[in-house]
């Protein structure tokens, strides 16, 4: 028999604000954060908008001890790093950080769980290297000509990168510090799989305690795309949409909208708090929701536009994405539940058509008839696409939605496909017991989660 897992504490950053309240009251109030990207200059690109986290710093997020460390800090694990210092706090629990045990290691005793039961799965993506660190090894890999010279590249650029440049940008950094920082010395891994990889990262964790390999485990994704290179990718691979001289994001990202123009990026952070049900009440610590079911699949056929906005000509608005499909199957085998227990679906809705109508389809064909019926919840257009941070966004805003019964705003400028209760919406009370997030990915991973009350 598999121990219960449930969830006890939720830490997230997003356009919206820092803590899990921002997200929630943000969310229910039908807010966008998505405006002109003001971290670096994006006048040349043809997608303008973002939401970036503000107002936020990592040297507050750590021990004194740890501020030195601060500087090889990329982007992606500043943001995840402020995210599990929030869902510790949110968790009352007791860390190495919050004893800061460089300073007194005797009171490493008083932790609520032994380092060796806790453990870290965070998604993360690919970390982009920030562009003024490369300027100067470029400057000096230069021909006489000015041309780029890869030979000189080897031989003189690169000693002009910092020492430690390499280990900013590995994508196991972000769990690696999180680790560090709380303590936590069980089970641990990172997973690249870019939307969808927070839930899976949460699906390892729920594995990890229900096979009692630990009693606690921070889980979920961050990363930031929001630097020249990141959102240069993003518009090669086709998912951006053109905002032209827009100031407000959500009249630009229409979710399952066959003529959305594509997707605007978000930065952002959710990492969860799983514990053993039996370990939160002994603790008789409050408890969000419960993970009843997990699952995942691939889409072996998804199709990637490279520098192509929108769908192409002729493409089937009735599709099914076959992966998105099995990873809704498997949660709710997992969960043993049937399609007509699911009272509402939390996905991420990015904007992209060719994303999205798979999604759409492979809805329908889970649901059938009922889906009409059945609320959905996304974060497109009020955070924008977090990419390896969307998941654990995705399931600390379904958390939420459990504990509280109601339904957050939904924010839409566009036509969805019909057969899809996504139209704008405010914030309502809605009876939910169960309740399934998932997620697809640009690179073909899919995962699902079903959620339910406490027990």
């Known amino acids: 028999m598999s121990r219960r897992v449930v969830i006890t504490g939720l830490g997230a950053l997003c356009g919206l604000g820092v803590g899990a309240n921002a997200l929630w009251q943000g969310m229910c109030k039908g807010r966008s954060a998505l405006r002109p990207i003001t971290?670096?200059?994006?006048?040349?690109?043809?997608?303008?908008?973002?939401?970036?986290?503000?107002?936020?710093?990592?040297?507050?997020?750590?021990?004194?001890?740890?501020?030195?460390?601060?500087?090889?800090?990329?982007?992606?694990?500043?943001?995840?790093?402020?995210?599990?210092?929030?869902?510790?706090?949110?968790?009352?629990?007791?860390?190495?950080?919050?004893?800061?045990?460089?300073?007194?290691?005797?009171?490493?005793?008083?932790?609520?769980?032994?380092?060796?039961?806790?453990?870290?799965?965070?998604?993360?993506?690919?970390?982009?290297?920030?562009?003024?660190?490369?300027?100067?090894?470029?400057?000096?890999?230069?021909?006489?000509?000015?041309?780029?010279?890869?030979?000189?590249?080897?031989?003189?650029?690169?000693?002009?990168?910092?020492?430690?440049?390499?280990?900013?940008?590995?994508?196991?950094?972000?769990?690696?510090?999180?680790?560090?920082?709380?303590?936590?010395?069980?089970?641990?891994?990172?997973?690249?799989?870019?939307?969808?990889?927070?839930?899976?990262?949460?699906?390892?964790?729920?594995?990890?305690?229900?096979?009692?390999?630990?009693?606690?485990?921070?889980?979920?994704?961050?990363?930031?795309?929001?630097?020249?290179?990141?959102?240069?990718?993003?518009?090669?691979?086709?998912?951006?949409?053109?905002?032209?001289?827009?100031?407000?994001?959500?009249?630009?990202?229409?979710?399952?909208?066959?003529?959305?123009?594509g997707t605007l990026m978000g930065e952002g952070a959710g990492l969860l708090l799983l514990e053993s049900r039996d370990s939160a009440l002994k603790r008789n610590q409050r408890v969000y929701a419960e993970i009843i079911g997990f699952g995942a699949g691939h889409s072996g056929r998804r199709p990637i536009y490279i520098g192509q906005a929108g769908i192409p000509p002729n493409f089937d608005l009735t599709q099914a994405d076959e992966g998105f499909l099995s990873a809704i199957q498997n949660a709710m085998d997992d969960a043993k539940v049937q399609p007509h227990e699911i009272d509402a679906i939390v996905t991420l809705g990015s904007g992209h058509p060719g994303t999205d109508l798979g999604e759409a389809g492979a809805l329908r064909q889970a649901f059938g008839n009922r889906l009409p019926a059945i609320p959905l919840a996304f974060m497109g257009p009020a955070i924008?696409?977090?990419?390896?941070?969307?998941?654990?966004?995705?399931?600390?805003?379904?958390?939420?939605?459990?504990?509280?019964?109601?339904?957050?705003?939904?924010i839409n400028s566009g036509h969805p496909v019909q057969g899809l209760m996504a139209g704008p919406a405010p914030a309502l009370p809605t009876p939910v017991k169960r309740l399934l997030v998932a997620s697809s990915s640009l690179s073909g991973q899919n995962a699902a989660l079903v959620m339910a009350p406490a027990a």
């Open 39 to 261: 971290r670096f200059d994006a006048s040349g690109f043809r997608s303008r908008l973002a939401a970036e986290v503000e107002n936020f710093s990592a040297k507050d997020m750590v021990p004194k001890s740890y501020r030195k460390a601060v500087k090889v800090f990329a982007r992606d694990v500043e943001l995840a790093v402020g995210a599990a210092k929030e869902a510790v706090a949110d968790a009352a629990l007791i860390t190495r950080s919050t004893l800061d045990l460089d300073a007194d290691p005797a009171s490493a005793s008083t932790m609520t769980f032994p380092s060796a039961q806790m453990g870290c799965h965070i998604g993360a993506g690919l970390i982009s290297a920030e562009a003024d660190e490369l300027t100067a090894a470029m400057a000096t890999s230069r021909t006489p000509q000015g041309a780029f010279d890869l030979q000189g590249w080897g031989t003189r650029g690169m000693e002009n990168l910092t020492p430690l440049w390499m280990l900013k940008y590995l994508p196991n950094m972000v769990s690696c510090h999180v680790t560090i920082i709380h303590g936590a010395c069980g089970p641990s891994n990172t997973i690249t799989c870019a939307e969808a990889s927070g839930i899976l990262s949460i699906g390892e964790s729920l594995r990890v305690i229900e096979r009692a390999e630990a009693e606690l485990c921070f889980c979920g994704g961050s990363e930031s795309k929001l630097n020249l290179m990141g959102l240069l990718r993003m518009d090669i691979a086709g998912r951006l949409a053109p905002t032209a001289d827009h100031t407000d994001g959500s009249q630009v990202l229409k979710p399952f909208d066959p003529a959305s123009p």
């Open 384 to 410: 924008g696409n977090c990419m390896a941070g969307a998941g654990g966004l995705l399931a600390a805003l379904g958390a939420l939605i459990v504990r509280e019964q109601m339904l957050p705003a939904r």
